[in-house]
């Protein structure tokens, strides 16, 4: 279950209905009056914002600033916390530290990247919920099943992984620009 959708409920259950009110109001800009109208919890409010791409687990800023209007410096510490944790864990999912493999195969798959993450024994299940979270963006999909990947594996997400896997896909002038 992904860690910050699990953040995002909690922190509805704990919202009172007129903090929910407040978050509605300052959202009014970000989210149609409609829907707005419609939401009668935080966990709706929440999903429309991931919708619109406003909040996403890499980007809280927005979030912060809503729970500091309505002044829930508990939620607020639970927010950096989590951002805090993510980044003390990001070295460990490095394949190698000197190398920038990501960025070369972000650049250069297109729309097979999922011949590639399926070589790569990632599963079907990942890669939808990772289309469902980023419907409209190639490269973010991309970007974020590599990224569940290399913490699938762990230690064990090696760069030559990585090759392989593009040779597999016939991706071969991909496969040597990692290489590089």
């Known amino acids: 279950m992904d ?3 699990t953040l995002l409920h909690s922190f509805s259950s704990s919202l ?3 903090e929910l009110c407040d978050l509605k109001f300052l959202c009014r800009n970000d989210i ?3 829907k707005l109208e419609s939401v009668q919890s935080g966990r709706e409010l929440f999903n429309f914002l991931l919708e619109q791409q406003v909040i996403a687990s890499h980007n809280v800023g927005f979030l912060k600033n809503m729970l500091k209007a309505i002044k829930r410096e508990d ?3 639970r927010l950096e916390h989590f951002v805090e944790e993510g980044e003390a864990n990001a070295p460990d999912d490095q394949p190698d530290v000197n190398e920038k493999p990501i960025e070369v195969i972000c650049e250069n798959v297109g729309r097979d990247w999922k011949m590639l993450m399926r070589k790569l024994g990632f599963s079907e299940v990942k890669m939808d919920r990772i289309v469902a979270a980023n ?3 190639l490269q973010e999909q991309l970007v974020q ?3 569940e990947w290399q913490k699938w ?3 064990d997400a090696k760069v030559t992984d990585l090759i392989k896997g593009l040779r597999d896909c016939n991706m ?3 496969a040597d620009l990692v290489e590089q």
């Open 3 to 5: 860690p910050f959708l």
């Open 16 to 18: 009172s209905d007129s």
């Open 32 to 34: 149609g009056k409609r």
């Open 75 to 77: 939620l607020i510490l």
């Open 135 to 137: 419907p409209c963006n």
């Open 145 to 147: 099943s590599l990224r």
């Open 153 to 155: 594996k762990g230690k």
């Open 172 to 174: 071969n002038l991909v």
